[in-house]
């Protein structure tokens, strides 16, 4: 997990990967896909305008404490899985889809990587050289550290990279 990103085996997804039926977002060469019951589709980059997220849990000292006390509710009373998810929304010049996708961070995030994700998702749009240079770069770096989330220092710093890097290329 890097910012709003989970990368595995070289695939993007903005939130947790979905399994199942599950909701979820994948970022592909392509464009954005839908995944899960009820919002499959795929959306192409050269139609896509704008890619933005809502409903994101950021991460505070409340936030925190109450995360901890909803899980100690939710498994002593034998909870469900009531895991939090928020909104990708994907405009295209005809209309505004909404996509839901599970939040991998359990207390939220941080308000620089909720930040750099959103800079980062904005740029996806800006053009097809700099959009396939970005998420190839998060796709190699998935491959390489395969099963792990790095310190929140290192996801900053490749956040900053990538969109860096992004704007470098447009």
Same mark, same amino acid.
């Given at each position: 997990?890097?910012?709003?990103?989970? @990368? #595995?085996?070289?695939?993007?997804?903005?939130?947790?990967? +979905?399994? $199942?039926? #599950? +909701?979820?977002?994948?970022?592909? +060469?392509?464009? @954005?896909? *839908? @995944? $899960?019951? $009820?919002?499959?589709?795929?959306?192409?980059?050269? &139609?896509?305008?704008? !890619?933005?997220?809502?409903?994101?849990?950021?991460?505070?000292?409340? %936030?925190?404490?109450?995360?901890?006390?909803?899980?100690?509710?939710?498994?002593?009373?034998?909870?469900?899985?009531?895991? +939090?998810?928020?909104?990708?929304?994907?405009?295209?010049?005809?209309?505004? @889809?909404? !996509?839901? /996708?599970?939040? #991998?961070?359990?207390? *939220?995030?941080?308000?620089?990587?909720? &930040?750099?994700?959103?800079?980062? !998702?904005?740029?996806?749009?800006?053009?097809?050289?700099?959009?396939?240079?970005?998420? #190839?770069?998060? /796709?190699?770096?998935?491959?390489?550290?395969?099963? *792990?989330?790095?310190?929140?220092?290192? %996801?900053?710093?490749?956040?900053?990279?990538? /969109?860096? &890097?992004?704007?470098?290329?447009?």
């Amino acid at each position: 997990m890097v910012g709003l990103f989970w @990368i #595995a085996e070289g695939d993007v997804y903005v939130g947790s990967k +979905p399994a $199942g039926l #599950a +909701p979820g977002v994948r970022l592909t +060469p392509e464009g @954005i896909a *839908g @995944i $899960g019951h $009820g919002q499959s589709g795929l959306w192409l980059w050269d &139609d896509v305008q704008a !890619l933005t997220v809502e409903d994101v849990p950021v991460r505070s000292l409340k %936030r925190q404490v109450g995360a901890v006390v909803d899980m100690a509710l939710t498994v002593g009373m034998g909870g469900g899985d009531d895991a +939090p998810t928020m909104t990708v929304c994907v405009g295209t010049a005809d209309e505004e @889809i909404e !996509l839901t /996708a599970y939040v #991998a961070a359990a207390v *939220g995030y941080s308000q620089k990587e909720y &930040d750099l994700s959103r800079a980062l !998702l904005a740029r996806l749009t800006e053009g097809a050289a700099t959009l396939m240079t970005t998420l #190839a770069a998060m /796709a190699a770096w998935g491959r390489a550290h395969e099963g *792990g989330s790095p310190r929140r220092s290192e %996801r900053e710093r490749l956040l900053q990279e990538w /969109a860096d &890097d992004h704007a470098a290329h447009a």
